[in-house]
């Protein structure tokens, strides 16, 4: 008991000695040992890191689920150890009801069947979001949070000792300088110079006093500046891992990419057999007879409509500005869907403009006599 008293008013005068150094420090009234060049850079680089690290970790999270509640729920989760509860995604929850309606209303009624086309397809993009959830959670955000609970924790921890270390040598540095200029004061005092015995003796006491307090101020300096340059090492090493977290997190990056590069593809890909689909159903009611062309049938024709515009907008993509007539290469074969369309084959060379109004997805293609409308991701537009 005797023992942990000791040690904590031990703790506590060591902690108040550096209060006070860092306080005269900051009020100019003492003097600050300052870090190699090269190691504060590394210091600043290093904190540059963890907070772009931490903007980048925070917003991807709202990316991939803009819902807070849902990432408080997760977080805690994630915090007790926990596997988290599969959650349906959106597109997936829209599906379901869509197939749900369908049986109410009949798979076999134009409006039923409809129903479970879409549906079917909107449950494939929520499939497709929920694996892209997956793989960015475990290929990004877990690196990133990795790296601020694990590493930074650990570089954090060195330079709060290193700062400790630091402080110990500046508060070694003025107990030196104070027991020196004590020693020098003493002997340039009158009393120190007395020739009387009595005096002399006292004087030379005093001075082997003194003498003795410099040689230890002396001491306890070299063995803080042991520990301060050993712990600089220390600290400088780990600091410089940082580039080594910068070639992970840009691996990182490249794999967060790719598994965007591979949603929206899916997302495109499946847009595009939707839209074929709605285009056959139209068709299909298209070529219904008059008498049998009933009510419902008028409803179900200006919802496919309704539906193909729609699922035409949300594949609307970035391309490059088109100006007048421009060549372009066809890239995969292209089968025509209706008259309006043109056919194409892989490899071959069309030229292509826009008219005013026209779906920013489609292109008015020409090849000889023959004209008609061509997607667009079918193409690469040359100069």
Not at 103 to 120: D, H, M, N, Q
Not at 231 to 260: K, M, P, W, Y
Not at 331 to 351: F, K, V, W
């Amino acid at each position: 008991m005797d023992f942990n008293v000791k040690k904590l008013a031990s703790g506590a005068g060591v902690f108040f000695t550096r209060a006070v150094q860092f306080t005269e420090e900051k009020l100019g009234q003492a003097e600050k040992t300052e870090l190699d060049p090269h190691l504060e850079n590394l210091i600043t680089r290093a904190d540059c890191t963890k907070n772009w690290t931490e903007k980048i970790l925070r917003q991807t999270e709202v990316l991939l689920q803009p819902n807070p509640s849902a990432r408080i729920e997760e977080f805690i989760y994630d915090k007790l150890d926990k596997k988290i509860p599969s959650r349906v995604t959106n597109a997936e929850l829209l599906g379901q009801y869509m197939l749900d309606a369908a049986k109410e209303f009949g798979p076999g009624t134009p409006y039923g069947s409809t129903l479970i086309t879409v549906g079917e397809y909107q449950r494939r993009l929520g499939g497709a979001e929920r694996e892209f959830l997956q793989t960015s959670a475990m290929t990004f955000l877990t690196p990133l949070r990795n790296f601020l609970e694990g590493d930074w924790r650990t570089i954090s921890k060195e330079r709060r000792l290193l700062e400790n270390r630091r402080l110990d040598l500046d508060i070694c540095k003025a107990r030196l300088k104070k027991a020196k200029l004590a020693e020098a004061k003493a002997a340039a005092s009158p009393d120190f110079q007395e020739t009387r015995p009595r005096n002399y003796v006292l004087s030379a006491s005093a001075s082997a006093l003194l003498s003795e307090e410099v040689d230890k101020a002396e001491h306890e300096l070299r063995v803080a500046q042991t520990e301060f340059d050993r712990q600089a090492e220390v600290t400088r090493l780990l600091l410089e891992g940082i580039s080594s977290t910068h070639l992970n997190h840009l691996r990182c990056l490249q794999d967060f990419a790719e598994a965007q590069a591979t949603y929206y593809a899916q997302c495109h890909h499946y847009m595009h057999e939707l839209q074929r689909e709605l285009n056959r159903l139209l068709q299909h009611l298209s070529t219904l007879s008059p008498t049998t062309e009933t009510a419902s049938v008028v409803i179900c024709t200006h919802f496919l409509h309704f539906l193909h515009r729609e699922v035409s907008l949300t594949m609307e993509q970035t391309q490059l500005p088109v100006t007048g007539a421009r060549r372009a290469k066809v890239l995969y074969d292209y089968d025509a869907h209706d008259a309006s369309e043109l056919s194409l084959l892989a490899d071959e060379l069309i030229t292509v403009y826009t008219v005013p109004g026209m779906d920013p997805d489609w292109l008015v293609g020409e090849r000889g006599n023959e004209k008609g409308k061509v997607p667009v991701t079918y193409l690469e537009l040359l100069s």
